[in-house]
């Protein structure tokens, strides 16, 4: 292990962020140039000392993937980088992913967490890819076989590239579908820029073509190609569509101008701060500039919808929440291990914007042309129920929901692959990640509901092991998770 004595000789340490009035000019991710690795590795070595020999890790409970945490924090402490990766892609396709997008629930349940700042063990994975990229360390794994089987993966977020990867590396022909025009699915057009630059995308992509996986973006599987046609084609199927059906508000005025989803407006952002000229389809960019911005909904991508707007130039922005404010510390009724409700503040958190919580929309006011002006909202108490005497308006010409999502898109693919849905309305599957209809798999978001990214590529592994036993009659490949494994929770 690291240094025994490492976590009581050294405090937590994390990456230092540019300061705000300079990040906020530009649409570059949040830390210095050189990225978050290169910020970390002037402390990651002495960050990795503090992971304790504890005898029974729980941030291998805390990790859906199963990653072996302490391993490469001591090969990380020992300066042996290139062993550090390999440990690190032993069980996460895509660390560069993980470490700047999850929220790490490793580290609620390190063992150090008890009573100290727990390891800071997000920092020091991502610090190791980005350090095996730049030392030549990740190259493209070519299978030493063909099988001659093919999967056709429907979706290329972080589930369905897992997925394609580990089955495209067992020695099977995948061809992953995505009906946007660039592969990477929200990973690319659902998270800012500031937040992960689309080029660790791209180099990801790039060595996926070279191991053989085949991409075909801009296709719309259920027109341009249909169910039958792909199940005909092909001997599996992988659904990882992900879940893109938002949740609504339907409160009077919903139906006026200038409300919109938030997977309406950080698409168009993203697409913009990439480079592109135009949007597709002769789209009307939706701006917050020079508005007062309304986001209805507190978590990250309510944060991702903020971070956007103050890029854009917004008046003032104003962040909803129905919950009460979180407390600083882990609440008694979340113990560790699990994961608590804390109170957070993202990088776009710093930047600016009004959060308000246990605050409910009760009405869109219209300013007489049919475009939002304002929502009139109220205070409620613990049981979400109205408080008398607390509604007051909140000036809004843009509105943006970012509530989270309820399942998978029916009409299409799903509908006409004929699988089965739970009550939930996500994709029915078995303890093989098998649906209904033979030979068509579910992994991510589809099957599970909105999750982690952590957890969509566990289950992109595990589903790519099914899918390899089915196409072979075994397999070698790593199932993390089981589709009913849930996180710690109190």
Not at 12 to 36: K, L, M, N, S
Not at 129 to 143: C, L
Request: proline content about 7%; charged content about 25%.
């Amino acid at each position: 292990m690291a240094d025994p004595k490492g976590f009581l000789k050294n405090g937590r340490q994390v990456a230092t962020r540019r300061p705000v009035d300079e990040r906020v000019g530009d649409w570059r991710e949040v830390y210095p140039d050189g990225g978050i690795g290169k910020t970390l590795l002037p402390i990651i070595n002495v960050q990795s000392s503090r992971c304790m020999d504890c005898g029974i890790p729980f941030c291998h409970q805390g990790c859906p993937l199963g990653n072996i945490i302490p391993e490469w924090n001591d090969l990380v402490w020992r300066n042996d980088w290139e062993a550090a990766i390999e440990r690190l892609h032993a069980t996460n396709n895509f660390p560069e992913f993980t470490g700047r997008l999850c929220p790490a629930p490793c580290e609620t349940a390190c063992v150090l967490g008890i009573n100290q700042d727990p390891v800071t063990i997000k920092n020091i994975e991502v610090a190791i890819i980005d350090k095996a990229w730049e030392s030549n360390y990740v190259r493209p794994e070519q299978a030493e076989w063909l099988s001659g089987k093919t999967v056709a993966v429907i979706g290329s977020g972080p589930a369905g590239l897992a997925a394609a990867q580990q089955l495209t590396r067992a020695g099977h022909t995948v061809a992953v579908y995505e009906r946007a025009d660039r592969a990477g699915g929200l990973l690319r057009y659902g998270i800012p820029e500031f937040k992960m630059e689309k080029s660790h995308v791209d180099r990801r992509l790039a060595q996926m073509e070279k191991e053989g996986t085949v991409f075909r973006t801009g296709v719309n599987v259920g027109e341009t190609i249909t169910g039958d046609q792909l199940r005909e084609r092909y001997d599996a199927v992988i659904l990882a569509v992900g879940s893109t059906v938002p949740r609504d508000l339907p409160v009077p005025g919903r139906e006026l101008n200038g409300i919109h989803q938030a997977m309406e407006f950080l698409p168009q952002a993203n697409r913009i701060a990439y480079g592109d000229a135009a949007l597709p389809d002769g789209e009307e960019q939706i701006l917050a500039t020079g508005k007062n911005v309304v986001i209805i909904g507190g978590g990250d991508t309510g944060a991702d919808c903020l971070g956007t707007s103050i890029r854009q130039g917004a008046k003032s922005i104003t962040q909803l929440e129905i919950m009460p404010r979180p407390t600083e510390e882990r609440p008694a009724g979340q113990p560790w291990p699990t994961y608590p409700m804390t109170y957070k503040v993202s990088s776009a958190h710093e930047e600016g914007g009004e959060r308000v919580y246990a605050t409910s929309t009760v009405e869109f006011l219209d300013d007489g042309k049919g475009n939002v002006r304002a929502l009139k909202v109220t205070e409620v108490d613990a049981k979400f129920q109205p408080v008398s005497g607390t509604e007051r308006e909140i000036p809004a010409e843009l509105v943006l929901f970012a509530m989270g999502f309820v399942g998978p898109e029916k009409p299409g693919i799903v509908e006409q692959l004929g699988v089965e849905l739970d009550e939930r309305g996500n994709v029915k599957r078995d303890n093989s990640y098998a649906t209904s209809t033979p030979g068509v798999y579910v992994a991510g978001d589809a099957g599970r509901g909105q999750s982690l990214i952590v957890w969509a590529i566990a289950e992109g592994r595990s589903a790519a092991a099914s899918v390899d036993a089915f196409l072979t009659g075994s397999t070698n490949l790593p199932a993390p998770i089981p589709p009913t494994a849930r996180p710690l929770m109190a």
